[in-house]
């Protein structure tokens, strides 16, 4: 099993909409989870850590499920350029080595 | 101001002829990595160095060596490139390895061709 997995879409959604999606991990002993968004042919940027009480940047919502073991991330009235790829990335104990997901795309259109 | 910095960004090499990519950081940050991306994939964690102390992931091929002469630099060595080689090259840094610092800041990556 994967230490990260995502569902890689896309998600294709207008512009305006809300769109969701999940990340599983498989180390219930990891502390430690970002998103990342990625565009294309570009490199990995922090979009935002994740609390254990889930947290807000602006039209982003990420939550933590320690219980089921995902962390999902929320768009909210999407606007075309948060079209990118969209990478979950958690802590993997003993060593702390940081495991990335394959990605989900999202595709905002007009 | 770019904070990590790849040099080259786009590089072409040999079958077999070795090359050498860089990343510059200017974070002071504790920790150095290299990961190898392909094509709608994950980035891969080759080695990551904590201050001078490497770290080499199990999976990573011999071809592979890493160097970190001091605290701002750290390059990649590919000894002998093989076709399967060809992938964007990132480099990261993060303050420490835990929390919040664990944090990575990425440099724009280096795109290797090998022909």
């Known amino acids: 099993r994967k230490e990260v997995e995502q569902d890689p879409g896309p998600f294709n959604v207008p512009e305006g909409a809300t769109v969701a999606f999940n990340c599983t991990y498989s180390n219930s002993a990891s502390q430690s989870f970002f998103w990342y968004r990625q565009d294309c042919r570009k490199e990995p940027k922090l979009l935002m850590s994740v609390y254990s009480s889930g947290n807000e940047d602006g039209r982003f919502t990420a939550q933590l499920n320690r219980a089921s073991q995902y962390i999902s991330l929320l768009i909210r009235d999407s606007k075309l350029s948060d079209s990118a790829t969209y990478l979950c990335?958690?802590?993997?104990?003993?060593?702390?080595?940081?495991?990335f997901g394959a990605g989900t795309t999202v595709t905002v259109r007009a | 101001d770019a904070m990590v910095i790849q040099n080259p960004r786009y590089q072409v090499t040999q079958f077999g002829k070795p090359v050498t990519l860089s990343c510059s950081q200017t974070?002071?940050?504790?920790?150095m990595y290299w990961y190898q991306q392909k094509s709608s994939q994950a980035p891969k964690l080759l080695f990551h160095y904590y201050d001078k102390d490497f770290n080499n992931e199990a999976d990573t091929p011999d071809n592979f060596q890493s160097r970190r002469p001091n605290t701002s630099f750290c390059f990649l060595d590919i000894r002998s490139p093989g076709l399967g080689d060809a992938a964007m090259y990132l480099c990261?840094?993060?303050?420490?390895?835990?929390?919040?610092?664990?944090?990575?800041?990425f440099g724009p990556g280096t795109r290797l061709t090998v022909t």
């Open positions: 990261a840094t993060s303050r420490d390895l835990t929390g919040e610092d664990y944090e990575q800041y």
């Open positions: 974070l002071n940050h504790n920790v």
């Open positions: 990335v958690v802590n993997t104990p003993p060593l702390n080595k940081l495991s």
